[in-house]
């Protein structure tokens, strides 16, 4: 079935950095984008960017700009997430979605299971 | 402070009609589509309405969407104990996707 799983949990101290990996199965994997949402504890959804996964391309969050890098492995289908100069707000947990792109922007039908990043030192 | 305004929470009994409002501005809603998602505690988010008024296959036709200018709205009709969760709307923004604060559902 089609899933996007994602790595284990991490616990960073503030300046460190943290990548997270996201592997899809069950699609073709570069017939879609791969976005990044995350939630801090108590809070709602923000979304973080997204990576075109045929070529590369990515639009970050201008809040992010600077601190954050995604890229992929196509070989193994794997999207990853990288933030650096971690804070204490960036605990959170991340998601990585696909976009449903015949739904209209905005719009992600699969989502990971999330990942737990605690920033503390 | 969320791009889109969204009231905290929301309640009803089971079998109730309960109603949730997406406020945006013409940047978002009012040229781009609305989705809603949900959210049942300690899982990822779930697609329930899309291109705002359309259900993904699977999700219950107690759910329906809708759009008036630059406001949304998310119905829940036959409330059932199930639908307690948190929904989110969200929509394009300046190159970027924009949510909701999020409205918790209780039923009562």
């Known amino acids: 079935q089609v899933q996007l799983v994602q790595s284990g949990a991490e616990v960073k101290k503030p300046g460190a950095s943290v990548k997270v990996s996201c592997k899809a199965s069950g699609y073709t994997f570069t017939s879609y984008g791969i976005s990044w949402v995350r939630q801090a504890p108590g809070q709602g959804l923000e979304w973080m960017g997204w990576?075109?996964?045929?070529?590369?391309?990515?639009n970050y969050a201008q809040k992010l700009q600077g601190r954050v890098t995604m890229t992929t492995d196509t070989s193994t289908s794997t999207a990853y997430m990288e933030l650096r100069s971690l804070r204490s707000d960036d605990t959170a947990v991340y998601y990585c979605?696909?976009?449903?792109?015949?739904?209209?922007?905005?719009?992600?039908?699969?989502w990971g299971q999330g990942t737990m990043v605690t920033v503390s030192s | 402070q969320s791009v889109l305004t969204q009231p905290p929470s929301a309640s009803g009994t089971p079998g109730q009609r309960v109603t949730i409002s997406c406020s945006g501005s013409s940047s978002n809603i009012g040229s781009n589509t609305v989705n809603w998602y949900q959210q049942l505690p300690g899982t990822a988010p779930k697609l329930l309405i899309y291109s705002d008024n359309q259900r993904p296959s699977g999700v219950p036709d107690r759910f329906s969407g809708s759009k008036s200018g630059t406001s949304a709205s998310l119905a829940i009709s036959g409330l059932q104990s199930e639908d307690e969760a948190d929904y989110y709307c969200?929509?394009?923004?300046?190159?970027?996707?924009?949510f909701g604060g999020g409205t918790k559902v209780t039923v009562l």
């Open positions: 990576i075109n996964t045929y070529n590369g391309n990515t």
């Open positions: 979605a696909r976009p449903w792109a015949a739904a209209g922007k905005g719009a992600f039908d699969i």
């Open positions: 969200a929509a394009w923004h300046d190159r970027s996707v924009v």
